[in-house]
């Protein structure tokens, strides 16, 4: 029978891998976003192109920060 430690480590581990999967689909659907509109033959508002830039630097900045603290997190519990 697994105690209440090991469900918490596992769920833990389920919201992670979640977290790090709507940030990586994000970051595809904008990088996606800014392939759409580099070939289209409409004039795109730079401010628009800049946006969609930054989006994407927020959110692999996010998922840096996330990978970062969850390595903290496994130095402290002594799980590396």
Not at 2 to 28: C, E, P, S, W
Request: avoid cysteine; charged fraction near 30%; proline fraction near 1%.
């Amino acid at each position: 029978m697994a105690n209440h430690g090991d469900q918490d480590k596992a769920l833990q581990r389920t919201l992670t891998h979640y977290v790090f999967k709507m940030a990586v689909d994000q970051i595809y659907t904008l990088s996606d976003s800014l392939m759409a509109i580099h070939p289209s033959k409409y004039e795109v508002e730079k401010d628009i192109i800049a946006s969609l830039v930054f989006l994407i630097y927020e959110k692999t900045r996010d998922i840096k920060s996330l990978m970062e603290e969850t390595t903290r997190e496994k130095r402290s519990l002594g799980l590396d």
